[in-house]
């Protein structure tokens, strides 16, 4: 028996958000606390020094890729790369975002919050297979058509699909028997950014996607229950100058998200459903 993913969590604290929420002192899981907001060079753009110092504080608190990380907000989603730098066998990356973030660097190479999937494409030999969910469609087209060649993108409705020929008999959408999981014989590095969730439900830093909170949680569910998940990040909190939203429901929403993805990843590991043979 091979456990894919382990129970236990690591807070990488750049912004202080997580300050304000506790999900991760609720005795659930084992975590590890990264004090990130020493490190300057980090917001959206992570520059070389940046990186080392993070590599350094990843190995020096024995972080595994193989754990669920939690990294902040979306500004900060090249952890990524830096987390799937880690993976040393072949891999499908897996993105929940509504974003495809495989924009090209404005100037030399760069890492972005922007760009780390591509930044993976081209530079992490164990990667061979990418798969997008959620990501709004007029970004798709934005790209270039070389960049995203080989990726493969999902709609909301290409997860949950039900019966498109018969919508009378269409499953619910938050069913899981409805889904339809990424085909890959590779195991997966799964990355979540909230803002692929409506906004109507929870508040992110970024404009957002039309998921609701039940989709995004049964999708992350069936994926570590069915899939041979060896690493899974999630980002997404909010950002304290947000001038469109409660900042203190928007903690709230996501404090209890976050709770969730935690109850979620514990059950499975208590459980052994997350146990692939």
Same mark, same amino acid.
């Given at each position: 028996?091979? $456990?894919?993913?382990?129970?236990?969590?690591?807070?990488?604290?750049?912004?202080? /958000?997580?300050?304000?929420?506790?999900?991760?002192?609720?005795?659930?899981?084992?975590?590890?606390? /990264?004090?990130?907001?020493? *490190?300057?060079?980090?917001?959206?753009?992570? @520059?070389?020094?940046? *990186?080392?110092?993070?590599?350094? $504080?990843?190995?020096?608190? +024995? *972080?595994?890729?193989?754990?669920?990380?939690?990294?902040?907000?979306? =500004?900060?989603?090249?952890?990524?790369?830096?987390?799937?730098?880690?993976?040393?066998?072949?891999?499908?990356?897996?993105?929940?975002?509504?974003?495809?973030?495989?924009?090209? %660097?404005?100037?030399? @190479? *760069?890492?972005?919050?922007?760009?780390?999937? #591509?930044? /993976?494409?081209? =530079?992490? %030999? =164990?990667?061979?297979?990418?798969?997008?969910?959620?990501?709004?469609?007029?970004?798709?087209?934005?790209?270039?058509?070389?960049?995203?060649? &080989?990726?493969?993108?999902?709609?909301?409705?290409?997860?949950?699909?039900?019966?498109?020929? +018969?919508?009378?008999?269409?499953?619910?959408?938050? @069913?899981?028997?409805? $889904?339809?999981?990424?085909?890959?014989?590779?195991?997966?590095?799964?990355?979540? @950014?909230?803002?692929?969730?409506?906004?109507?439900? #929870?508040? !992110? =830093?970024?404009?957002? &996607?039309?998921? !609701?909170?039940?989709?995004?949680? !049964? #999708?992350?569910?069936?994926?570590?229950?069915?899939?041979?998940?060896?690493?899974?990040?999630?980002?997404?909190?909010?950002?304290?100058?947000?001038?469109?939203?409660?900042?203190?429901?928007?903690?709230?929403?996501?404090?209890?998200?976050?709770?969730?993805?935690?109850?979620?990843?514990?059950?499975?590991?208590?459980?052994? #459903? +997350?146990?692939?043979?």
């Amino acid at each position: 028996m091979l $456990l894919t993913l382990k129970d236990n969590f690591s807070v990488f604290n750049f912004s202080k /958000v997580y300050d304000h929420e506790s999900f991760y002192r609720d005795g659930k899981g084992s975590f590890k606390c /990264v004090n990130m907001t020493e *490190i300057t060079g980090t917001n959206c753009m992570c @520059d070389d020094s940046a *990186i080392e110092q993070i590599k350094e $504080l990843i190995k020096a608190q +024995n *972080i595994a890729p193989e754990e669920v990380h939690f990294i902040d907000s979306g =500004n900060y989603h090249y952890m990524s790369s830096i987390l799937t730098d880690m993976v040393k066998e072949p891999f499908s990356l897996v993105v929940i975002d509504h974003h495809p973030d495989m924009q090209r %660097p404005m100037f030399g @190479d *760069i890492l972005s919050c922007g760009g780390w999937v #591509l930044e /993976v494409m081209r =530079n992490n %030999p =164990n990667l061979k297979e990418v798969y997008v969910i959620g990501a709004d469609s007029e970004l798709i087209d934005k790209l270039d058509e070389e960049d995203k060649a &080989g990726t493969r993108f999902y709609s909301r409705d290409d997860i949950f699909a039900g019966d498109s020929a +018969n919508p009378e008999n269409s499953a619910d959408p938050d @069913d899981s028997a409805a $889904l339809s999981l990424p085909d890959t014989g590779y195991p997966i590095y799964l990355s979540l @950014d909230k803002d692929v969730i409506c906004k109507e439900e #929870l508040d !992110t =830093n970024w404009d957002q &996607g039309d998921m !609701t909170i039940s989709q995004v949680l !049964t #999708l992350v569910k069936e994926l570590l229950k069915n899939r041979k998940v060896i690493g899974f990040d999630i980002c997404g909190e909010i950002s304290f100058d947000q001038e469109d939203c409660d900042i203190e429901k928007a903690l709230e929403v996501n404090d209890d998200f976050n709770r969730k993805i935690v109850q979620i990843v514990t059950d499975l590991c208590q459980t052994g #459903l +997350n146990v692939v043979e």
